[in-house]
C-alpha cells in the first residue's frame, strides 16, 4: 500500500529556515510529478509546490515563491522542501502527495500525518 511520511517540521523564529523530508513507498515513484501541501490552522489544504517526475520543472504558490524550492531525489524515493525567511503566515501542517496535471489532482488517499511547522516570535 501506499505510504508518504513527512519529517522535519518543528517550531522557529521569523526569518529561520526548514528542510523537510517526505519519503515515498508503494509505488513506482519516479513516474509521479509530486507535491507538498499544506494546510494552516482553521482553512484548508493549498498547494504550496510541485515538481515533475525527472525534476527539471517545479512550480511554487505566489506566497511562497522566492522564499521556498522543493526537489527529489528518485534513488531514495524522496522529496524535500527548503523553507527560508519563514513567516508567521507559514504556520500549517506540511503534507506530500503524488500529483496530476491538469487539474492538480492529489493522487493517492492514503495521505501522512504531516510535518508541523510553527513560525512565531
Known amino acids: 500500500q501506499v505510504q508518504l511520511v513527512e519529517s522535519g517540521g518543528d517550531s522557529v523564529q521569523p526569518g529561520a529556515s526548514l528542510k523537510l523530508t517526505c519519503i515515498a513507498s508503494g509505488f513506482t515513484f519516479d513516474l509521479f510529478t509530486m507535491s507538498w501541501y499544506r494546510r494552516a490552522p482553521g482553512q484548508e489544504r493549498e498547494l504550496v509546490a510541485r515538481?515533475?517526475?525527472?525534476?527539471?520543472?517545479?512550480a511554487f504558490a505566489d506566497q511562497v515563491k522566492g522564499r521556498f524550492r522543493i526537489s527529489r531525489d528518485n534513488a531514495k524515493n524522496s522529496i524535500y522542501l527548503q523553507m527560508d525567511s519563514l513567516r508567521p503566515a507559514d504556520t500549517a501542517v506540511y503534507y506530500c502527495?503524488?500529483?496530476?496535471?491538469?487539474?492538480?489532482?492529489?493522487?493517492?488517499?492514503?495521505w501522512g500525518h504531516g510535518a508541523p511547522v510553527t513560525v512565531s516570535s
Open positions: 515538481i515533475t517526475s525527472g525534476g527539471r520543472v517545479t
Open positions: 502527495n503524488a500529483l496530476r496535471m491538469p487539474g492538480m489532482e492529489p493522487t493517492f488517499d492514503s
